[in-house]
T-cell receptor, first 114, second 115 residues
């Protein structure tokens, strides 16, 4: 079975803290993505990566950064967490190129910033 | 930019009734279209996808969707709802821009199934 694993299902952080969300996939996929999901807004793309050490901004990158040092791992970083970053964060991966575009998702990390 | 519109943020049906979830897209080229489902406290999983082959696409769990180019629609249906179908459903369109291929998601429709 294909698997995308997000290290933390639930996190509670304080305003100003640095937050790391980790995502690992075991499918040798080239492409990896970070989305945030908010009620009534659907999924919005934060950052994506086509290959190791490559990253591209999505639709809402402000306040976030990412790291992809290894093909299987894609990390989302909140340098200084704020309350408006309280959300569900979803990691996904996909094989390279356009392909079918099918994304495989992790189970999500629900972040609360107090 | 491409967009996806899901009509109705909440839909309620009785168990055994027809499920119809609506999705319209904007695209200047023939799109790839997807439906994903999200069960409570889980990530999204693929229900079905349209990739310019047959216009009627069958997916998992008895769901199907029909691509209608003239209506720019890709509505999701199931003849008879089960309690286990209660979930949130997302329509998505794949588009290319600046050399990359991205999925744009609709805002989701939460399906409730009434016993």
């Amino acid at each position: 079975d294909v698997k995308v694993t997000q290290s933390s299902r639930y996190l509670v952080k304080r305003t100003g803290e640095k937050v790391f969300l980790e995502c690992v996939q075991d499918m040798d996929h080239e492409n990896m993505f970070w989305y945030r999901q908010d009620p009534g807004l659907g999924l919005r793309l934060i950052y994506f990566s086509y290959d190791v050490k490559m990253k591209e901004k999505g639709d809402i990158p402000e306040g976030y950064s990412v790291s992809r040092e290894k093909k299987e791992r894609f990390s989302l970083i909140l340098e200084s967490a704020s309350t408006n970053q309280t959300s569900m964060y979803l990691c996904a991966s996909r094989t390279g190129g356009a392909g079918t575009g099918e994304l495989f998702f992790g189970e999500g990390s629900r972040l609360t910033v107090l | 930019a491409q967009s996806v519109t899901q009509l109705g943020s909440h839909v309620s049906v009785s168990e055994g009734a027809l499920v119809l979830l609506r999705c319209n897209y904007s695209s200047s080229v023939p799109p790839y279209l997807f439906w994903y489902v999200q069960y409570p406290n889980q990530g999204l999983q693929l229900l079905l996808k349209y990739t310019s082959a047959a216009t009627l696409v069958k997916g998992i769990n008895g769901f199907e969707a029909e691509f209608k180019k003239s209506e720019t629609s890709f509505h999701l249906t199931k003849p008879s709802a089960h309690m286990s179908d209660a979930a949130e459903y997302f329509c998505a369109v794949l588009y290319s821009g600046a050399g990359s291929y991205q999925l744009t998601f609709g805002k989701g429709t939460k399906l409730s199934v009434i016993p």
